[in-house]
């Protein structure tokens, strides 16, 4: 059996993704805040094969523990996801009315959140098979091509952060055999995405879990994609 831990198992992407690598028969490890009706409905869905902690990504005590918990039921994962992340509505303010102190907890959550999370459960993914880390990125992180934002300095700025702690991981893990992966996951139809994305959270899942079967151990290829595969430019 192959082991996945995600971030962010209550939301509609996390959910998703437990779902789908739940039903191609692996054992997955769900975290979020709090456990939602999604996530109560894949433990008692999955019984065994889903286990769900209530953590905050940025606490380094509960993630710790987590990974420890973890470590109790496997001695490896094939594969960590990064997807908890959060878009605040001081982030839809123009710079007059931004509070830059408020977006500290964005990049707790949406940069450091991820790091924290990987470096807990470092030694358990160097052990596994597949070996891939993927951080759930976005277009607004990306230099070239960001839709031309000129609000939303918080989540735009957080998620360049994770590109290029992508970057950086995936030299510091090359001796080891992990693939790093930087995904966007699309404009979701989900309660971030708004009423109006067109992307069914299920497409993105299995958009990243194609992403992710594919690179695996391909350490020379692009981090940076589109959820359909296509790659992004920084």
């Not at 998620?159 to 995904?183: E, G, H």
Request: with cysteine.
């Amino acid at each position: 059996m192959k082991y996945a831990v995600i971030t962010g198992a209550s939301g509609g992407l996390g959910a998703e993704l437990s779902r789908l690598y739940l039903e191609r028969g692996w054992s997955v490890e769900g975290m979020d805040l709090q456990e939602s009706g999604r996530a109560a409905a894949l433990r008692e869905a999955f019984e065994e094969r889903f286990h769900f902690t209530p953590v905050d990504v940025t606490s380094d005590e509960q993630v710790e523990a987590f990974a420890a918990s973890v470590g109790e039921r496997t001695d490896r994962i094939d594969m960590l996801i990064n997807a908890a992340g959060v878009l605040t509505k001081n982030g839809e303010n123009h710079l007059e009315d931004f509070d830059i102190s408020a977006s500290l907890k964005v990049f707790d959550i949406n940069a450091l959140g991820p790091l924290r999370v990987t470096k807990a459960f470092l030694k358990l993914l160097k052990r596994g098979e597949d070996r891939v880390l993927v951080d759930i990125s976005s277009e607004a992180g990306s230099m070239q091509t960001n839709n031309n934002y000129i609000r939303r300095y918080d989540y735009c700025m957080s998620k360049a952060a994770v590109n290029m702690q992508c970057v950086i991981l995936q030299r510091y893990l090359r001796p080891d055999d992990i693939k790093v992966l930087a995904v966007h996951p699309g404009w979701m139809q989900t309660s971030m995405g708004g009423a109006n994305a067109v992307v069914p959270p299920r497409e993105s899942a299995e958009g990243i879990a194609a992403l992710a079967e594919k690179y695996a151990h391909q350490l020379d290829n692009p981090i940076y994609f589109d959820y359909n595969g296509t790659p992004r430019p920084w």
